[in-house]
């Protein structure tokens, strides 16, 4: 089986797998990727041509071409699910800049479970600590150049450092870009450690939230993140309403009543779209000219939010309304 075609299955059996589904189909079809290539090429590699003129093939290197394919394949199975789930588990709801940086982090942190799995099977790893990048060099073009300079192989002898553009990429640029995305994570940790159930319940909502610190005008969705995550603002469900969602007044605390309506996007991108329109709905009954200047206001940003997200995600990504 060739790799276009292995590929083209690839491409059948995922495009309706989301979420984590698609992340373990992604993995094990990476896998077989991986090895239907290795087997194919160390077949062929097998095949030798003695003194004589004489065509013959080699088990053994047979053997080990497909042994050092399926420990490739290990590796970047483990790499590209680690991403995966980190990108799946941690990132799902950010958009712009968050996003793209925490997806940074964990690249850089799959690379190194991979790494870390390689160097398990065979006792040897490699990093690369220099990119040209960091030296700002540019083509003909004046386009950046992208390429390993000095590489670091760590073995069963010890270490070795010299010019080199193989192994993981840790050079200062890569690794500095991985630890802008540690913020992302920080607001997960908040999320984790606030207390509040729906800081988890509607994680990728809150993270969609939390994403509107970026943009100037939506300072109103980062303070509705803030207040659910200390408790002066609660989430609750009513599932026999016939609505999306419902900002009122309680205790004199802001209330958010998902209806009927939202059902469909609870854990979906979706929902970070309703809440981003709840964020300008303060719970009080005013005027007609207040409740309608209320409400464009609420509308014209939760299209920004759903605009932002499929500028993220991809057109068509999230579930709901704008």
């Not at 979420?19 to 290795?38: E, F, W």
């Not at 590489?151 to 450092?161: C, F, P, Q, W, Y």
């Not at 990429?169 to 999320?191: E, F, P, Y």
């Amino acid at each position: 089986m060739s790799e276009k075609t292995v590929g083209g299955l690839m491409g059948t059996v995922l495009k309706d797998l989301k979420g984590i589904d698609a992340v373990v189909g992604k993995t094990m079809m990476l896998g077989l990727r991986t090895m239907t290539t290795s087997v194919a090429s160390s077949a062929v590699n097998a095949f030798n041509i003695d003194k004589d003129g004489n065509l013959g093939w080699s088990g053994e290197a047979f053997g080990e071409g497909v042994k050092g394919g399926a420990f490739a394949a290990l590796a970047s199975m483990t790499s590209t699910l680690t991403g995966g789930l980190l990108d799946s588990v941690g990132l799902t709801g950010f958009y712009g800049a968050l996003h793209m940086d925490g997806q940074k982090t964990n690249a850089f942190l799959s690379g190194l479970a991979g790494q870390a799995v390689t160097y398990g099977l065979t006792g040897e790893t490699s990093f690369n600590l220099l990119n040209l990048a960091d030296l700002g060099a540019i083509d003909a073009q004046g386009k950046g150049m992208n390429g390993g300079l000095l590489e670091l192989k760590i073995g069963k002898n010890g270490a070795s450092l010299g010019l080199g553009s193989g192994g993981m990429d840790v050079s200062i640029g890569t690794t500095m870009g991985a630890l802008k995305g540690l913020s992302a994570w920080g607001v997960n940790a908040r999320m984790a450690f606030s207390g509040q159930k729906e800081a988890w319940k509607y994680a990728s909502a809150m993270r969609t939230l939390y994403s509107g610190s970026q943009v100037r005008g939506k300072e109103a969705e980062l303070t509705l993140f803030e207040e659910i995550l200390s408790g002066t603002t609660n989430v609750e469900e009513n599932m026999d309403g016939d609505y999306e969602a419902v900002t009122t007044r309680e205790g004199g605390e802001r209330l958010i009543t998902l209806g009927s309506r939202s059902k469909g996007l609870l854990g979906q991108l979706g929902l970070g779209v309703v809440l981003s329109h709840e964020a300008y709905r303060d719970g009080y009954k005013g005027t007609d000219d207040e409740q309608r200047k209320e409400t464009d206001t609420a509308a014209i940003s939760h299209m920004h939010t759903a605009m932002y997200l499929e500028g993220t995600y991809g057109a068509g990504s999230f579930s709901g309304r704008m």
